[in-house]
Nanobody, 117 residues
Framework: QVQLVESGGGLVQAGGSLRLSCAAS????????MGWYRQAPGKQRDLVADINSGGSTNYADSVKGRFTISRDNAKNTVDLQMNSLKPEDTAVYYC???????????WGQGTQVTVSS
């Protein structure tokens, strides 16, 4: 099992910044992709960004150039720096740990990000 603890959500005005952090613990000794997803009310959960253990990243088109994902393999953490936030970024953000070797997804509890106009 892998446990994920997120922090850093909150309320910010449009154009502002927030940084989300996620720490993984437990059975983390596996090749894994870590990332962030988000889910707005009435919508499906979508990928925001992810990063593999080698540092290769993948971003949703809507956040490219504004968000940056980073990872510390030694600490099993993944961060999401969000700049130039827009009201449409408002959602619950979930940390994700995908174990490639076990083909299993683990999820954090979610953290609310609200961007006011």
């Amino acid at each position: 099992q892998v446990q994920l603890v997120e922090s850093g959500g909150g309320l910010v005005q449009a154009g502002g910044s927030l940084r989300l952090s996620c720490a993984a613990s437990g059975s983390t000794r596996s090749i894994a992709v870590m990332g962030w997803y988000r889910q707005a009310p009435g919508k499906q959960r979508d990928l925001v960004a992810d990063i593999n253990s080698g540092g290769s990243t993948n971003y949703a088109d809507s956040v490219k150039g504004r968000f940056t994902i980073s990872r510390d393999n030694a600490k099993n953490t993944v961060d999401l720096q969000m700049n130039s936030l827009k009201p449409e970024d408002t959602a619950v953000y979930y940390c994700n740990f995908y174990s490639v070797s076990r083909n299993v997804n683990y999820w954090g509890q979610g953290t609310q990000v609200t961007v006011s106009s």
